[in-house]
């Protein structure tokens, strides 16, 4: 994001912020102080972003801008004439506005019910990204680019400026949040709502300055090519994804319709879109098209529904024979589907992203320690199981006073052996006893 940073200075601060400049450099060789000052009556001096970042731990510096009653910051996003105001920051958004930004989507989409094209937002601004191109931000990817007109008008992004315009307001009330953070957090935030799994996100997008950064248009993927496996695998591969990710993507046509005025496909309305909600119209792929679930495999795989949407990208899912093998999965599995989807969906979001700080920020607490592993002996005497590291450590303290290696459980039954023992002890005490 493009930022200008200005202070008006009195003559008596602007000393003190020479001094303070004077003394930093020896510390701080490259930064840069500009002041412009007039003969007569002082002017504004300005300030660059940069340098007051690289100064703000000098403490007359620090004193200086407290007492400053007058700041003025200026931010442009150069799209469709969106503005804002935002405050210096030491990383591209502010984890807390992240996090209050959430719960204004939570309840735009309850009033809305605009989960799928909050979904496809995000989607389509990350999936630019070509990994044979290095240099940000031309080799795409989630930097908020999607936010210009220049880019809202490629044929595969057809209606979402309308989605653009829910998030404005949002991104208008937290100027410190970046568009492609805004973009991410609306698209995963719409899958949990709608019933999904919990995405392992990261923040910290750094946004694209101005639409000469979009990308060329034919980066995002066709809906019926002329080879369908082979346009799929030409989009993806591009982004660094594979088969799996791709069929497991693929999943979230579980929610929203298809327009045939916006994409060429689909009915104008079906029994299940006619009523809305939202604005009624258009071709689902499933009957409950609110709903985060398997039901797109499990309805591909039928082919028993006339109402709802195939398309030839749907279709090859479960023809091409890589594919098949995690369709198939999917249909029947609802959980892998979630794992997978989690996974495939946060590697997406954070494709050909320049994040500061580079780590990202992370909004949501860590997960939740999964509970340890049940010991059971005997399940590991056979010599036949392969063993988990976790429970190597585990069979370890158990096994090694008997002879026993984590790495080649015990041949015989350890219970067994635990009973002998027994057994034997007792008869030796009973002998020596009489």
């Not at 069929?247 to 327009?259: E, I, K, P």
């Not at 249909?331 to 969906?345: I, L, N, R, S």
């Amino acid at each position: 994001m493009a930022e200008a940073f200005s202070l008006s200075l009195t003559p008596p601060q602007m000393a003190s912020l020479s001094r303070a400049a004077a003394a930093s450099s020896r510390l701080l060789p490259r930064a840069r102080l500009g002041f412009s000052t007039s003969s007569s009556t002082p002017s504004p001096s300005s300030l660059s972003l940069s340098s007051l970042k690289c100064l703000r731990s000098s403490p007359l510096l620090s004193h200086l801008l407290h007492r400053q009653k007058t700041t003025s910051v200026r931010a442009s996003s150069g799209g469709l004439g969106f503005s804002s105001v935002a405050a210096p920051k030491c990383s591209a958004s502010d984890p807390d506005q992240l996090k209050s930004a959430r719960e204004d989507i939570k309840e735009l989409l309850k009033s809305t019910f605009c989960h799928p094209i909050l979904v496809r937002l995000g989607w389509h601004d990350a999936g630019t990204y070509n990994k044979n191109i290095e240099e940000w931000p031309l080799r795409g990817g989630a930097n908020g680019s999607l936010r210009f007109e220049i880019e809202l008008k490629h044929g595969a992004n057809a209606g979402l400026v309308n989605a653009v315009k829910l998030l404005q307001p949002i991104r208008d009330k937290y100027s410190g949040v970046t568009y492609a953070d805004l973009f991410q957090l609306a698209s995963a935030t719409a899958v949990e709502e709608a019933g999904g799994p919990k995405i392992p996100m990261k923040y910290g997008r750094v946004d694209a300055s101005g639409p000469e950064q979009c990308p060329e248009e034919g980066r995002l993927p066709d809906a019926g090519p002329p080879s369908p496996a082979d346009h799929l695998r030409d989009v993806f591969y591009r982004m660094g994804l594979n088969d799996k990710e791709i069929v497991a993507l693929s999943g979230a046509h579980t929610l929203g319709r298809s327009r045939p005025e916006r994409s060429g496909w689909g009915k104008p309305e079906t029994k299940y879109t006619k009523d809305g909600p939202g604005a009624p119209g258009g071709q689902s792929w499933t009957v409950q098209w609110l709903k985060f679930d398997n039901s797109y495999f499990k309805d591909i795989k039928e082919k028993i529904d006339e109402e709802l949407l195939v398309l030839p990208t749907d279709a090859i899912l479960f023809e091409d024979p890589s594919f098949k093998v995690y369709a198939e999965k999917y249909a029947v599995d609802q959980e892998a589907f979630f794992k997978d989807y989690a996974e495939a969906h946060a590697k997406l979001s954070n494709l050909g992203a320049k994040f500061d700080p580079p780590e990202g920020i992370a909004i949501d607490d860590g997960p939740a320690e999964a509970a340890p592993e049940k010991f059971v002996a005997a399940k590991y005497s056979s010599g036949k199981k392969d063993l988990s590291e976790t429970m190597k450590q585990k069979i370890r303290a158990e096994y090694e006073a008997v002879g026993g290696s984590p790495d080649k459980p015990l041949q015989s039954n350890y219970f067994l052996n635990i009973m002998i023992v027994i057994a034997v002890l007792a008869l030796l005490t009973y002998l020596f006893g009489n």
